[in-house]
């Protein structure tokens, strides 16, 4: 009798394993918290690159307004003419968490995007790109005139 | 009704996607101004574009992104009748997810 419950407590077991780790859900639960940290720039970009240098370039083309009359809704595009784009980044010096967004993209996707940022003040916005283990980065600055960290 | 609203615009095998999500995005430091509480954070962080089921976007996203979030991305490989999914899960483990076939010109 011992046997039947050993063996029914197995396969529960293996059961409850597979529903759990083995079928594949949807890859959930990557997003890296500590980017996403309250804190300086300067801790952001050490907690997201380490010390890597950066190569500064303005083939990274951003189109962002000069002035922001609305800091709640900042239009931003990014577009490159460089090859081999894996990630990009969005950084905003002077928001509480500095990292926006981080895209992860397949080589399919052309460098050719745009999203709204909230900015809380006036400062620069920095774009970084990752291609293989160089980093190339450029920013523009937009002045807020009504910060928008709010809704 | 699903809070994922996608457009899409071929033009030669490239398509223009255009994704607008509803959401409050907020980001946990903004108060209520009536009870003058803290709102909490509410706020998406992943987001991932599917291209006939193979992910080809994964974003990660933070709360300095402006409420009910617009997006545009462009694949440069597509074809009408190809499959684009969205899907979204936020801070508080809600989630949505909404497929688009692409239309010919």
Known sequence: MSETRRFFLQQTAKLFFAINFIIPRLAWGKWPQQFFAEGSLEQTVKRLFNDAEFIDTNKINIQLPRVAENGAIVPIKIKSSLENIEKIYILIEKNPVPLAAEFQLSPEVAIDLSARLKMAESCQVIVVASSGDKLYRNQRFVKVTVGGCGG | ?105
Not at chain 2, 20 to 35: V, Y
Not at chain 2, 54 to 65: D, E, F, H, W
């Open chain 2, 1 to 105: 009704m699903s809070s994922i609203r996608i457009r899409s615009k071929l033009s030669g095998n490239k398509v223009q996607i255009r994704i607008l999500i509803a959401h409050p995005m907020e980001n946990g430091r903004n108060r209520d101004p009536e009870t003058e509480k803290l709102i909490p954070a509410h706020f998406i962080q992943e987001l991932v574009l599917s291209h006939n089921d193979q992910p080809v976007i994964q974003a990660s996203l933070g709360g300095s992104i402006s409420k009910n979030p617009f997006f545009t991305f462009v694949l440069k490989n597509a074809r009408a009748g190809d499959k684009i999914t969205v899907s979204w899960i936020d801070n508080q483990g809600i989630s949505d997810t909404r497929d688009h076939f692409i239309k010919p010109i």
